[in-house]
């Protein structure tokens, strides 16, 4: 069994900053890439970051300049630093992992179930 959990989520006022936390647990043998979804009302889920096992990281354009992806592996901890939030970052924010249980087992997904974000104007 895996864990994905998210924490750090809230209502901040527009310009503010958050910073979420995804903690993996359980069942791990080595993670491939980690990543920041978001879904807001009424719209598909987006990536809006990745980061893989080398540290490579990759924005959506919407938040490049705002949002840091960044990983401490010895906790199996990502984390997203959000910067000069907008009120059109409102969502839930979903963490996914890709990564293996044991050393011969294929790469999958695992999802958290996701920690809101609130920005008012």
């Known amino acids: 069994q895996v864990q994905l959990v998210e924490s750090g989520g809230g209502l901040v006022q527009a310009g503010g900053s958050l910073r979420l936390s995804c903690a993996a647990s359980?069942?791990?043998?080595?993670?491939?890439?980690m990543a920041w979804y978001r879904q807001a009302p009424g719209k598909q889920r987006e990536v809006v970051a990745t980061?893989?096992?080398?540290?490579?990281?990759d924005y959506a354009d919407s938040v490049k300049g705002r949002f840091t992806i960044s990983k401490d592996n010895a906790k199996n901890t990502l984390y997203l630093q959000m910067n000069s939030l907008k009120p059109e970052d409102t969502a839930v924010y979903y963490c996914k992992a890709n990564l293996r249980t044991r050393w011969n087992s294929p790469l999958r997904d695992y999802w958290g179930r996701g920690t809101q974000v609130t920005v008012s104007s």
């Open positions: 359980g069942s791990i043998f080595s993670i491939n890439t």
């Open positions: 980061i893989t096992s080398a540290s490579s990281t």
